[in-house]
C-alpha cells in the first residue's frame, strides 16, 4: 500500500465514522493519477464499477536507476490495484456523487475562510466574479457568496500548498501545535501520450530514479500505460534543488530522449500536458511523499534491508535551499526536436489552460521590486525556470534593465511558485472561478 493510499484510508476511516465517508469522493481530484484499491479503500469491492474509468489492473511495479549505463533493479509490486487517470476518476466519481445527493459547484473558488464569534471556522466565502484588472466591475459582475452554517465541518480539499488550508495552518498555529517540521515539496510535470498499440502494455509501470537529475537533485519518472494505448510519463523534481539555473520543464523534455522511454514515445502523439506540486514532507511534516517514498523503498530495499534507523530531520525549507547563482553554471538544455520533446508553447496548448485576461492579478508580489532588486541579481532569475508554464519572463525595458513580466493567464496552478521563491514573495490566490488548466485525462 502506498503512502497516500494510507492516508486516504485514514481519512476514509474518520469520515466513515461521521457517516461522511462518501463525501471522499470529492476529495480525490483532478491531478495525478490513482492507484484504486479494490477493496477496504476509497471504493469498495462489490460495488458496481459500470461506466468508471478503471481501465488497467496494475501489474507490476518496478523501480529503475536510470543512467546512460545501466538499467536495473526490481522492486515493490502492487497488487490488487487498478491504474487510471484520476481526472476522469475524479468526474466519474462527481456522477456518483450527485446520485447521492451531494450538491458541485464548480467554476467557484474558495477565496475566504469565514470565523463565527468563536474564531471557529464556519465556512468559506467565493470570490466576486466580473472584476476587471483595474478593479472596476465588469458586465457580468457577480457578487461572491457566502457557504456557512449548512454543515457541522468544512474540510478544505485544495490540495497540496492550498491558499486557503496555508492560512488557517498559519491561524491555528497547527505546525507548531503538531511539533512538526516545515513541509517540503516536489514538482511533477508529466504528459500524456497515445502510443503505437504495439508498444502498449496496459498495466505496465516504469519508475526511475537518477538521470536526468544530478546526484543533488532527488527525483525519479513514471511511465503509466493505461487504457486505449495510453501511457503517462512523467518526472518529479523536490523543490529542494540547490541550483537556481535547474529547469524541471527541460530536464523532463531531456528524460524522454533516454533509450529506455524514446523508443516508446517514438510515433506517438502528445494529449496532454500538466503540472502540479505534491507534498513530499515525509513523517516529518506528516506525509510521506512520491519522492521520499521511492528513495527510501529502494534504500530500505536493497542497502539497508529493513533494518533503516529513520531518523531523518528535514534540511531548510524548499525557498532557501536555493543557492546563489555564483555557486553554479549556467545549464544548457538541448533544443526541443518536436517529436519527443517539445517548446512550452507547445505544452501550453495541451494544458487547454485559460484565464479571463481581464481579472486582478492572481499571481501577486509582495513587494514588486525584489524581482529585480534580489531575485535577478542573485539568484538569475529562477522563477522563470521553475514555473512550468513560463509565466515569469525577464525582459529588459527601455533602460535595458532586467524587469520581471507575469503571464498569469498561463499558469496551470501548481503552486511551485508560491514554494519556490526565494525570498516567498509570491503569493499565489485564486484567480476567477473557472480559470485554470482544463485537464481531461491528465
Ligand atoms: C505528476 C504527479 C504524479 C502523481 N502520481 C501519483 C500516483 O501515481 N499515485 C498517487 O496516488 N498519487 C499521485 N500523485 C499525487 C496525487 O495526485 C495527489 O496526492 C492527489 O491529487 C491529491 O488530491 P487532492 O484532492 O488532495 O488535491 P488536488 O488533486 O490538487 O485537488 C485539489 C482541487 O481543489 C481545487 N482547488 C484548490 N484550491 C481551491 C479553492 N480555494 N477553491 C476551489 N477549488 C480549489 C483545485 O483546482 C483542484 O481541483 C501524483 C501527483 C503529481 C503532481
Ligand atoms: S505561476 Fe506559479 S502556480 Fe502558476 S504555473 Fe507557474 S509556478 Fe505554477
Known amino acids: 500500500m502506498s503512502a497516500n493510499d494510507n492516508n486516504l484510508e485514514k481519512l476514509h476511516h474518520l469520515l466513515a465514522l461521521r457517516g ?20 477496504d479503500g476509497v471504493l469498495r469491492g462489490g460495488e458496481d464499477y459500470g461506466g468508471s474509468p478503471f481501465a488497467v489492473i496494475l501489474s507490476v511495479c518496478p523501480l529503475h536507476w536510470l543512467s546512460w549505463e545501466f538499467v536495473l533493479v526490481e522492486s515493490a509490486v502492487t497488487r490488487n490495484s487498478f491504474l487510471c487517470s484520476l481526472s476522469q476518476l475524479v468526474r466519474w466519481m462527481a456522477t456518483k456523487a450527485e446520485e447521492l445527493g ?23 466565502a467565493t470570490n466576486d466574479m466580473g472584476i476587471a484588472k483595474d478593479g472596476s466591475r465588469k458586465d457580468n459582475f457577480q457578487r461572491g457568496v457566502e457557504l456557512k452554517g449548512m454543515w457541522r465541518v468544512t474540510l478544505l480539499s485544495e490540495g497540496c500548498r492550498g491558499s486557503l488550508s496555508e492560512k488557517i495552518i498559519k491561524e491555528y498555529k497547527l505546525r507548531e501545535k503538531g511539533k512538526a517540521q516545515h513541509q517540503t515539496y516536489a514538482l511533477g510535470i508529466k504528459e500524456v501520450w497515445e502510443i503505437d498499440a504495439s508498444k502498449h502494455q496496459p498495466g505496465f509501470v ?7 537529475l544530478d546526484y543533488n537533485t532527488y527525483g525519479g519518472s513514471f511511465i503509466y500505460h493505461m487504457k486505449d494505448n495510453l501511457v503517462s510519463v512523467g518526472l518529479v523534481v523536490a523543490l529542494n534543488y540547490q541550483n537556481p539555473f535547474l529547469n524541471p520543464y527541460e530536464e523532463f523534455q531531456k528524460l524522454k530522449h533516454h533509450p529506455a522511454i524514446k523508443p516508446m514515445l517514438e510515433g506517438g502523439s502528445v494529449i496532454q500536458y500538466g503540472a502540479r506540486t505534491l507534498n513530499e514532507g515525509g513523517f516529518q511534516a506528516f506525509d510521506y511523499g512520491l519522492v521520499p517514498g521511492l528513495t527510501m523503498s529502494a534504500i530500505e530495499h536493497y542497502i539497508l534491508r529493513g533494518r533503516s534507523p529513520w531518523t531523518l530531520k528535514h534540511g531548510k525549507p524548499d525557498h532557501e535551499a536555493t543557492n546563489v547563482a555564483n555557486l553554479h553554471s549556467p545549464i544548457h538544455y538541448p533544443k526541443p526536436d518536436g517529436v519527443i520533446s517539445f517548446d512550452m508553447p507547445t505544452s501550453l496548448y495541451r494544458s487547454n489552460t485559460n484565464h479571463d485576461h481581464d481579472q486582478p492579478a492572481h499571481l501577486r508580489l509582495k513587494d514588486p521590486l525584489i524581482p529585480q532588486q534580489v531575485n535577478f541579481p542573485e539568484f538569475a532569475g529562477p522563477e522563470s525556470r521553475y514555473c512550468p508554464a513560463r509565466v515569469y519572463e525577464y525582459l529588459p525595458d527601455d533602460s535595458g534593465d532586467m524587469k520581471l513580466q507575469i503571464n498569469a493567464q498561463n499558469c496551470l496552478h501548481c503552486k511551485a511558485c508560491d514554494i519556490k521563491d526565494p525570498k516567498q514573495n509570491i503569493e499565489w490566490t485564486v484567480p476567477e472561478g473557472g480559470g485554470g488548466p482544463g485537464y481531461s485525462v491528465m
Open 102 to 124: 451531494v450538491e458541485i459547484y464548480p467554476g467557484f473558488a474558495a477565496s475566504e475562510i469565514l470565523y463565527n464569534k468563536n474564531h471557529e471556522v464556519a465556512g468559506i
Open 206 to 212: 516504469l519508475h526511475t530514479l537518477g538521470w536526468p
Open 20 to 39: 461522511l465517508d462518501r463525501l471522499l469522493a470529492v476529495m480525490v481530484s483532478d491531478c495525478g493519477w490513482a492507484f484504486v484499491r479494490w477493496s
